[in-house]
């Protein structure tokens, strides 16, 4: 089975209390669940990891080269600033889609420009935590047919 990584950047620990009515009321927890379930329903083992620094996550996206096929991420604020994982996303040997649950074009000007946009495969934004499922649909068809 093909394994793939959903990677959380900062503040996504507080989804579900941290303003739902811009980033919904579920948990991080209820939507990593139901991103499992759904990678094994499209034959994926599906790991995830959350964290707010932005080293963690330059190491976690590296070390998934040894065994992932695929990532996820959502940089969050880091999606602005972190040219740092623009260098990870490009060194990687796996196609990665940047999801958002916001609409980031919708917000404050300063979250329109992404820094990892141009070395993602693709971007999803604005449909809620469903990005995330949009996005796992996506990688799932782009590993088959590689």
């Known amino acids: 089975m093909n394994s793939i990584l959903i990677l959380h950047g900062p503040n996504l620990n507080l989804l579900g209390e941290r303003e739902p009515e811009i980033y919904g009321e579920k948990t991080l927890k209820e939507i990593n669940e139901f991103l499992i379930s759904l990678g094994l329903e499209l034959g994926l083992e599906v790991r995830t990891y959350q964290s707010n620094h932005e080293g963690d996550l ?19 604020a880091y999606t602005h600033t972190s040219i740092a994982l623009h260098d990870t996303i490009a060194a990687v040997h796996f196609p990665v889609i940047e999801v958002h649950i916001s609409n980031p074009y919708s917000r404050e000007t300063f979250r329109h420009n992404s820094l990892i946009s141009s070395v993602c495969r693709g971007t999803i934004t604005g449909f809620g935590w469903r990005s995330y499922e949009l996005a796992i649909r996506a990688l799932a068809h782009i590993i088959e047919n590689n």
């Open 58 to 76: 330059v190491d976690t996206l590296q070390n998934a080269c040894s065994w992932s096929k695929g990532a996820v991420v959502n940089a969050a």
